[in-house]
């Protein structure tokens, strides 16, 4: 079911807050996609990231574990890297910055990135938070870039909000949120 839509034009953060616009991460649904349709920065080898909230969206530096890896190939036909991603903020070991879950989008006119994300049971007061991403950049330096992440948020309190933020700068584009209902 969709939920929400929100499109950034110039945006540096946009924000799903539960009870907010019709945003309820409660367990009407138990898990949530979010779908992220040609994000594009206005700076150079950008991207977006994420993290959450148990507080409304007053903070968000909610405990983090994950880990991260990409497979590219450059337009040249020169290039080719599959690899595990452990810097900046790809891999996290309890740590509450920023997620990140797209990297190196080109700000040229036809540079952008698309995927989704998925995010389960983010209302339990039992359970940590496991999310997963799946997205495809077209990197600035001419490269097709699948990034791969997965993690959980290492809190029983339930997420009421999740902001996705440009690396640098601002983005364009839309993120949709849909709720999956367990029909068994």
């Not at 036909?77 to 990140?100: K, L, P, V």
């Not at 540079?111 to 998925?118: H, I, K, Q, Y």
């Not at 948020?153 to 949120?177: E, Q, V």
Request: proline fraction near 1%.
């Amino acid at each position: 079911t969709l939920i929400k839509t929100l499109t950034a034009d110039s945006d540096s953060t946009l924000s799903f807050v539960d009870g907010s616009s019709d945003v309820d991460f409660d367990s009407s649904y138990p898990i949530y996609v979010f779908k992220f349709i040609n994000i594009h920065n206005d700076t150079d080898n950008g991207g977006i990231g994420f993290q959450c909230s148990t507080d409304g969206g007053s903070s968000y530096a909610t405990t983090v574990t994950s880990t991260s890896f990409r497979a590219e190939h450059d337009e040249a036909d020169s290039d080719t890297t599959f690899a595990y991603r452990g810097d900046d903020y790809w891999d996290q070991a309890q740590g509450t910055n920023e997620q990140r879950i797209m990297d190196g989008t080109g700000n040229a006119t036809d540079e952008s990135g698309s995927g989704e994300m998925w995010f389960f049971n983010p209302s339990s007061t039992v359970f940590v938070k496991h999310w997963f991403s799946n997205t495809s950049v077209y990197h600035g330096a001419d490269y097709e870039i699948n990034y791969r992440m997965a993690g959980y948020f290492n809190t029983t309190s339930d997420i009421d909000a999740i902001r996705f933020s440009a690396l640098s700068g601002t983005f364009d584009g839309k993120i949709k949120l849909y709720g999956l209902k367990d029909s068994a």
